[in-house]
């Protein structure tokens, strides 16, 4: 009767060093373990390992001892076969009486054996794939090769016999390709090839229950489920931490498959296909990186080794729940149409059976009843949905640098149409930004209007600038009469600012002239009378009409009493000093540099290269540079190639970007040999020249033309004088080059 030891978890430490693989025996009360300085067979007690024979023993140590792959027959259990790193194939016969167990030894393959495999129902026939990329098929009772089938790359990793077949088997390969062969066609191409991964297939096993479904691992950190039929069909990919090392289905879960890591991941994880992101149970025991996983025949037993030195058997109540760990909230963003999505934890569905669960409000989440060992972790959650707009500037960035100009007849007109371009990508604070620069265009253009007048100060009250002294001599007498009316106006007009009845125009107004005026001590006197009346005053003249009802009496009292004093008065103007114009630059560097920090390079970069036509803002050319570089690697990244192109010219700072980054390699046409920069237009291998020219059959050292029809080509000039005169190739390979209509 056999006994099933499932009632606790248990190690042994091989202390001769790290294990490569295990193998079970036929009734699983003993597993061999190999590696490359180990090779022992240990009794699966019920509360222990027991070591009940070492088969690396004897004087002769040499490489067949140093295992990669384990095998143990499933129908002789004295039989045992190990793949050696040398390439060879050793078969073991444990009913031998002596110490050494080595029964034969098969040197066919080339290279490193990755993987062996005994028939399902045939115990005198064995597999082995290798490092030299074939898989050769053994005859035990001949002691030879009686088959070998090579597979379309340089390694074959693994092999796996069908389940319900005993003539056909599966080969991976480490081009990424899985390759489906039949014993009966010999050496005959496979039956069916397809590519299964992006890397190297490092591991395969066909589902012992769905004879059809068949599992491969790879490097490229997944783990596919395909079914076979005429055509490999993908059903399920997991996605794991690190590059899959071995995977082996769990026997009465049909959903279930445990694997192991080459690199980084430690554990040893089993997966519900169904939940291809979170596994299902883990066995975190050991150490170092798991290297051979292999089932009992219950599914609630697992045996594993790692390169730590240690052999465990897991008990599947034993295994920690990743799932129960995880945190069943997330938040995702739909960047190009402005989404938020939001799952949070259900409160009201927790702590109930299936009768308080809520019902489902979408089909999709709907399950089939299970059974308790088959059901993966639940965590009910709430799905939310919010359309908030551009949440990130991804997006309105890509649209933003395909419609910006960076450009144009203006530089005032380009900042007007980028500032209203970002208005409508709804970006108000990039908008702003180009409000100011057009803006400081324009106070750019105020302040060199201005320096030319400061050359050339005008005179408030006459509007004309002022005379020299050294002119003042030179005046002829028309200049005297002139110069006598003008004085005669400025008297006229200092009487009306006195009463207040002129207005100078822009006195105080921004945009009016700078100047320096100063009153001189010879400024003309203002009469006595330097007001106007308001009538005119005669003797004898009746009074105002607001003075009409006063008696005569009193008027003749006040004319009496009028006394006009005659004293002179001086009007001292004081120097005008005009309001100067805001100064833009440094609000304008301090918004560069906030959406720098911020993340929008694109505003800094794209204003920075517009305004530099006018006005470069004192930026640290380290700082610009960064910047520059940031966003060429955003257009990059969108595949905008010509707008980075743009960016790389107009920005000043990236010259030599186009000249480090643009690398050509140049070939011999003949062997196709990469030619070096030391070679130059020499081949190595064909020991030639190259590029040479049809025509004068020189090596071309500058500029080149070439047919794209036959390749040959030369010199311009030698090529443009033979082609006034012939249509087909110099060469003489009779293709017609140059066609007249």
């Not at 798991?290 to 080794?305: D, E, F």
């Not at 400024?523 to 003075?547: M, T, Y």
């Not at 005008?576 to 114009?581: A, I, N, T």
């Not at 805001?582 to 911020?598: I, N, Q, R, T, Y």
Request: charged content about 20%.
């Amino acid at each position: 009767m056999q006994k099933d030891y499932t009632n606790r978890s248990m190690s042994f430490a091989l202390g001769d060093g790290p294990a490569n693989a295990l193998a079970l025996s036929k009734d699983n009360s003993r597993v061999v373990v190999a590696g490359r300085n180990v090779f022992k067979i240990l009794a699966v007690e019920e509360e222990c390992f027991v070591e009940i024979l070492n088969l690396r023993v004897g004087k002769n140590l040499n490489l067949n001892y140093s295992c990669n792959d384990v095998a143990w027959n499933p129908l002789d259990e004295t039989m045992i076969a190990t793949g050696a790193t040398n390439g060879a194939v050793v078969l073991w016969n444990l009913s031998k009486n002596t110490r050494a167990k080595q029964e034969f030894v098969f040197p066919d393959h080339q290279r490193t054996v990755h993987k062996v495999l005994f028939h399902p129902t045939d115990p005198f026939m064995l597999l082995s794939g290798s490092q030299d990329g074939t898989v050769k098929c053994f005859d035990l009772r001949g002691k030879d090769s009686k088959l070998t089938f090579k597979s379309n790359s340089e390694s074959v990793r693994d092999i796996q016999f069908l389940p319900k077949s005993t003539t056909c088997f599966t080969s991976v390969s480490e081009n990424g390709s899985v390759q489906l062969w039949d014993l009966r066609k010999g050496t005959e191409r496979p039956y069916l090839t397809f590519t299964a991964h992006s890397g190297p297939v490092f591991t395969c096993d066909w589902h012992p229950e769905n004879s059809n479904v068949l599992a491969t691992g790879g490097r490229d950190r997944a783990i596919k489920v395909w079914t076979i039929g005429s055509v490999a069909t993908l059903d399920h990919t997991i996605q794991t931490v690190a590059s899959v090392g071995r995977i082996k289905w769990r026997p009465g879960r049909k959903n279930h498959i445990g694997s192991t890591s080459l690199v980084v991941d430690t554990s040893v994880c089993v997966w519900d296909v169904r939940r291809p992101f979170v596994p299902f149970a883990a066995f975190e025991k050991h150490k170092d990186v798991a290297t051979g996983i292999v089932w009992k025949s219950s599914p609630h037993v697992l045996l594993s080794t790692a390169k730590d030195c240690m052999v465990w058997q897991h008990v599947f109540r034993d295994a920690s729940r990743p799932a129960s760990r995880a945190i069943p909230q997330a938040l995702a963003i739909n960047i190009r149409r402005g989404e938020v999505a939001q799952a949070v934890t259900d409160r009201s569905g927790l702590g109930g059976g299936e009768s308080s669960a809520p019902v489902p409000k979408f089909q999709i989440f709907n399950r089939k009843t299970t059974t308790r060992e088959e059901e993966f972790h639940m965590a009910q959650s709430l799905f939310f949905t919010y359309e908030v707009g551009r949440l990130l500037r991804e997006g309105s960035s890509v649209d933003l640098a395909q419609k910006y100009s960076l450009t144009g007849k203006s530089v005032k007109e380009v900042c007007e149409k980028n500032a209203q371009l970002a208005m409508s990508a709804k970006r108000p604070q990039a908008a702003l930004v180009w409000e100011i620069s057009k803006l400081f265009v324009q106070s750019l253009s105020t302040s060199d209007l201005k320096a030319e007048l400061v050359k050339k100060p005008i005179d408030p009250i006459s509007n004309t600038p002022p005379k020299d002294d050294h002119e003042d001599h030179n005046l002829s007498d028309e200049d005297i009469n002139n110069n006598s009316s003008s004085e005669a106006e400025k008297q006229d007009i200092l009487a009306e600012i006195a009463s207040g009845l002129h207005v100078t125009q822009n006195l105080f107004m921004p945009t009016a002239p700078t100047y320096d005026f100063q009153v001189q001590e010879d400024w003309p006197i203002l009469p006595a009378e330097a007001f106007q009346h308001r009538h005119e005053l005669r003797e004898g003249s009746s009074p105002p009409i607001h003075l009409e009802d006063c008696s005569s009496r009193d008027n003749e009292e006040a004319l009496e009493t009028v006394a006009i004093e005659n004293r002179t008065s001086q009007l001292k103007i004081a120097p005008f000093q005009p309001v100067p114009p805001f100064d833009f630059s440094g609000p304008l560097m301090k918004a560069l540099e906030h959406h720098a920090k911020d993340g929008d390079v694109q505003t800094a970069v794209c204003v920075w290269i517009v305004l530099s036509k006018v006005y470069k803002l004192p930026i640290k050319a380290q700082t610009l540079e960064a910047w520059c570089y940031a966003y060429v690697d955003f257009l990059q990244r969108n595949r905008l190639w010509t707008y980075a192109a743009g960016v790389v010219k107009h920005s000043g700072v990236l010259g030599a970007m186009s000249q480090e980054s643009t690398t050509y390699l140049i070939s011999c046409g003949k062997c196709a040999k990469p030619l070096t920069q030391k070679a130059g237009n020499y081949c190595d291998k064909c020991r030639k020249t190259v590029a040479r020219c049809a025509v004068c059959h020189v090596s071309v050292a500058g500029l080149m033309s070439w047919c794209q029809g036959c390749g040959h080509g030369g010199h311009v000039s030698h090529l443009r004088q033979w082609f006034t005169k012939h249509q087909e190739c110099p060469v003489g390979c009779g293709h017609l080059c140059l066609s007249y209509d």
